[in-house]
């Protein structure tokens, strides 16, 4: 039976992913019998640590490190079988047991070469909206299935039905690759995650033999794993505890965020719940991950908070690497009055480096008007995270309004004006990319808080920064993170 005291819970994030949820996961984990994710795929990076060891998983979820548990890769989630090998490969050399625990959803949509190379080639084409995609083919991916001619996992177990379906996808992919310069693509099909070449035909860019004779082989390693998840949650959910592990993060959701500056799924708890199999009523608590009193962005798309604006947008989208940065930005620290320096300052103390593509996350102040946002869509408890990285930092800001600098526009039935006061974010990127931040300043806190482990002890500063943050934001801040170890935190 049920340990009736553990709720059925939910971890998503409120902002642009990266808020640190694999250690959130991590700790509910030890709690939960069942750990499941429904959205994304190996656009997603978990960093775990546990002691010395780091472990960062992109697509297996966090708690396959606790002993016992079951895990789950639900219905929703585009699951490149690669890179799911790969990481069941680091799971057997850590000597972690996985075989009787981790189910991975019949249904569940297959990642192909065709989807990798697709969003490549397009969004490294596309002139002026680029998205900055991870290039895990998770768009290609989610498209082909509302198209109605995407695969699934259980494809992989059926030879024939794998060839024929692949052979359709692939008729219509010729035609679209026709488009683009074959030289670029013969080049990206030479890329390590497309098999380096494995995958080329000269004149059909893509082998479909080739592709079914490795994904034939995922299919055989992969079949004591494949069986029908959501059946199984909902048997089982009134009797054991089920912890959903979110994927990105609400602003990025396809159906919420900031379009199209957004990935593919729907990352707020609607969407996770769906993904696997399961209704939102089934979940009794919904927490939002938020950074505070920073937050950052991976990728292209409006972030009115950024510090250095759009020099950190343009710094951070044309390929600068952490290793770039180190040397030419040694001289930076949270004295800077440049503002970009600054972020990059932010950017070191966080060590804020996507954990999929290593790219520098774009750093900015926590803007309490995009956490409302996202809390309408997931709910108001939240836990904050990564509150350790500014100690030391002289003023804190937060943005509880904007300042309205674009075009008159209607917004439905109301129509901005250039210079409006805007207290509610529209989370359309026409709107939000002409929105300049207005902040109210705070005295920031001096101490190490990293080894506070109660509320009573952080210092006064930051408690008054995180009573401004739920006031303005209209949250409830009932857990903190004051580092990235599993002991880190603060109950209150
Ligand atoms: P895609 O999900 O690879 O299609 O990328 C779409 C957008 O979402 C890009 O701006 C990515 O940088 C961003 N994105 C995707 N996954 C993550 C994530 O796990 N953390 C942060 N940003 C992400």
New binding site residues.
């Given amino acids: 039976m049920k340990r009736k005291e553990i709720p059925n819970r939910a971890v998503v ?1 409120t902002q ?3 808020e640190g949820k694999g250690k959130i996961v991590d700790v509910f984990a030890e709690e939960a019998d069942i750990i499941a994710r429904g959205t ?2 190996a ?3 978990h960093t775990i640590h546990i002691g010395e060891r780091e472990f960062i998983f992109h697509l297996v979820p966090a708690g396959i490190i606790r002993p016992k548990k079951v895990n789950i890769i639900g219905n929703g989630v585009v699951l490149d079988p690669r890179v799911l090998c790969e990481e069941l490969d680091i799971l057997r050399h850590a000597g972690i047991e996985y075989k009787s625990r981790l189910l991975l959803a019949l249904n569940a949509k297959l990642v192909l070469p065709q989807h990798l190379l697709l ?1 490549r080639v397009s ?1 490294s084409s596309a002139k002026n909206g680029r ?9 290609p991916a989610y498209a082909d299935h509302y198209s109605r001619i995407g695969l699934t996992i259980n494809d992989l177990l059926n030879p024939r039905l794998l060839e024929e379906k692949l052979e359709r996808n692939l008729r219509e992919k010729l035609l679209l690759l026709r488009e683009y310069d074959p030289e670029v693509i013969k080049k990206i099909m030479w890329h390590a995650h497309l098999g380096g070449g494995q995958f080329y035909s000269e004149n059909d860019f893509l082998d479909v033999q080739a592709i079914t004779k490795a994904y034939l082989a995922y299919g055989k390693r992969l079949a004591p794993l494949i069986c029908d998840t959501d059946n199984y949650l909902r048997a089982v959910v009134g009797h054991h505890s089920i912890l959903l592990e979110g ?3 609400t602003l ?1 959701s396809v159906d919420y965020g900031t379009y199209p ?5 729907d990352c707020g708890i609607e969407g996770l719940v769906k993904g696997v199999g399961l209704r939102t009523h089934d979940i009794q608590e919904v927490w939002g991950i938020a950074k505070a009193p920073y937050m ?6 409006p972030f009115p908070t950024e510090m250095g604006g759009e020099r950190s947008a343009h710094w951070c989208g044309n390929g600068a690497t952490c290793k770039m940065e180190r040397e030419q930005y040694s001289h930076v620290s949270f004295e800077s009055e440049n503002e970009l320096e600054f972020g990059i300052a932010v950017r070191f103390a966080g060590n804020e480096y ?4 290593g ?1 520098p ?1 774009r750093t900015g102040w926590v803007d309490t008007l995009l956490l409302k946002l996202a809390t309408t869509v997931n709910g108001p408890d939240v836990i904050l995270t990564k509150l350790d990285v500014l100690s030391g930092c002289k003023t804190i800001k937060i943005c509880t309004a904007y300042q309205y600098d674009g075009p008159q526009v209607r917004w439905g039935m109301d129509t901005l004006y250039k210079g409006e006061t805007l207290r509610k974010a529209i989370p359309n990127s026409e709107v939000l990319q002409h929105c300049k931040p207005i902040y109210e300043l705070f005295p920031g806190w001096q101490q190490d808080i990293t080894g506070m482990r109660r509320w009573r002890e952080l210092p006064p500063e930051l408690k008054h920064i995180i009573h401004a943050i739920e006031e303005r934001a209209g949250v409830n801040a009932r857990i903190l993170s004051v580092g990235p170890d599993r002991s880190q935190m603060i109950f209150r």
């Fill in positions: 994030s642009w992913g990266d994304g795929g656009n997603a990076g969003d969004d998205i900055g995609t991870t290039g895990r083919g998770i768009g994927a990105q993060g990025l500056f957004v990935t593919s799924s950052t962005r991976v990728g292209e798309g996507g954990a999929t593509t790219r996350r």
